[in-house]
């Protein structure tokens, strides 16, 4: 492990302070804040910007040598987003998003998170999700099992893809004959049911905690997945690029961190199998 045990202040304990004093900053602005927008159905808030700089500030406070790629820049609207460079950078970073599932936090949907990772390259070394409205933290470090509020969590033994309740990203921009619709239609009628809950972090919980059995995503930025990778795979989800030929297990890149996480192998394989026609 690059953290040595006692060197220092504990990554994983950090990770989920930094977490949960994210969320306090979306409780906080909750209601209060002007909406901007990053495209036409991209919404962004002030209260992204504050709660990232609130989780900058608590990581780099442990460890101020450590690299940091959040979602927005820091100096709030108009500024390009500091996560576009260094994604898939070498050395320790903190891989942030300080609200994932904005459109429902602007809508007071309830389905929106903070997320925080540290990486060492590909290497995830520890993750927390916080969802603020259900004070819920799940978090994980690397070898040592995946958590939610303290008590260890595990996938269900789901394997048939027809009692799976899966759920699916959407990019933000989807149109009648996009990938996207024909992903979700290729699958719902295989598989229980499909949500779309509008949080990739949150979809990756619930199948650590057995909320859901499936999700896949093709295309998605490293802040939506990075804690949420982690959180799975320490809970014995089957996880692997979402690739004709991917098996649980193989690496996910996070420069390109298309997935497909499942409760099993079997139900891995049959979305796979279903996304790329067979």
Same mark, same amino acid.
């Given at each position: 492990?690059?953290?040595?045990?006692?060197?220092?202040?504990?990554?994983?304990?950090? %990770?989920?302070?930094?977490?949960? @004093?994210?969320?306090?900053?979306?409780?906080?602005?909750?209601?209060?804040?002007?909406?901007?927008?990053?495209?036409?159905?991209?919404?962004?808030?002030?209260?992204?910007?504050?709660?990232?700089?609130?989780?900058?500030?608590?990581?780099? !406070?442990?460890?101020?040598?450590?690299?940091?790629?959040?979602?927005?820049?820091?100096?709030?609207?108009?500024?390009?987003?500091?996560?576009?460079?260094?994604?898939? +950078?070498?050395?320790?970073?903190?891989?942030?998003?300080?609200?994932?599932?904005?459109?429902?936090?602007?809508?007071?949907?309830?389905?929106?998170?903070?997320?925080? !990772? =540290? @990486? *060492?390259?590909?290497? =995830?070394?520890?993750?927390?999700?916080?969802?603020? =409205?259900?004070?819920? %933290?799940?978090? @994980?470090?690397?070898?040592?099992?995946?958590?939610?509020? +303290?008590?260890?969590?595990?996938?269900?033994?789901?394997?048939?893809? @027809?009692?799976?309740?899966? !759920?699916?990203?959407?990019?933000?921009?989807?149109?009648? *004959?996009?990938?996207?619709?024909?992903?979700?239609?290729?699958?719902?009628?295989?598989?229980?049911?499909? $949500?779309?809950?509008?949080?990739?972090?949150?979809?990756?919980?619930?199948?650590?905690?057995?909320?859901?059995? !499936?999700?896949?995503?093709?295309?998605?930025? %490293?802040?939506?997945?990075?804690?949420?990778?982690?959180?799975? $795979?320490?809970? +014995?989800?089957?996880?692997?690029?979402?690739?004709?030929?991917?098996?649980?297990?193989?690496?996910?890149?996070?420069?390109?961190?298309?997935?497909?996480?499942?409760?099993?192998?079997?139900?891995?394989?049959?979305?796979?199998?279903? =996304?790329?026609?067979?």
């Amino acid at each position: 492990m690059p953290l040595a045990a006692g060197s220092g202040p504990d990554p994983f304990e950090v %990770c989920v302070a930094a977490a949960r @004093a994210g969320g306090q900053v979306l409780r906080e602005w909750r209601g209060k804040f002007a909406v901007s927008r990053k495209g036409p159905r991209d919404l962004v808030t002030e209260a992204d910007f504050a709660a990232q700089r609130e989780i900058r500030r608590v990581v780099t !406070a442990a460890f101020p040598t450590h690299g940091f790629v959040g979602e927005e820049a820091d100096g709030g609207p108009g500024q390009p987003a500091s996560g576009m460079d260094g994604h898939s +950078g070498r050395g320790l970073r903190w891989i942030v998003d300080p609200l994932d599932g904005t459109s429902n936090y602007v809508h007071d949907f309830p389905a929106y998170c903070v997320s925080v !990772a =540290l @990486a *060492d390259a590909d290497e =995830l070394l520890v993750g927390a999700i916080y969802d603020p =409205l259900r004070d819920e %933290c799940f978090s @994980a470090r690397k070898g040592g099992g995946a958590w939610l509020d +303290g008590r260890a969590i595990r996938v269900p033994d789901v394997i048939d893809p @027809a009692e799976a309740l899966a !759920a699916v990203s959407f990019p933000p921009h989807v149109t009648a *004959d996009s990938q996207a619709v024909a992903d979700f239609l290729a699958v719902l009628p295989h598989v229980h049911t499909v $949500r779309r809950t509008g949080s990739t972090a949150l979809n990756l919980a619930y199948v650590a905690c057995g909320r859901l059995h !499936a999700f896949w995503v093709r295309r998605i930025a %490293c802040w939506d997945v990075a804690a949420g990778l982690l959180i799975a $795979r320490e809970a +014995g989800a089957a996880l692997g690029p979402c690739t004709a030929t991917a098996a649980p297990g193989e690496p996910i890149p996070l420069d390109s961190p298309g997935l497909i996480a499942a409760s099993s192998t079997p139900v891995f394989q049959a979305i796979r199998d279903l =996304l790329h026609g067979r």
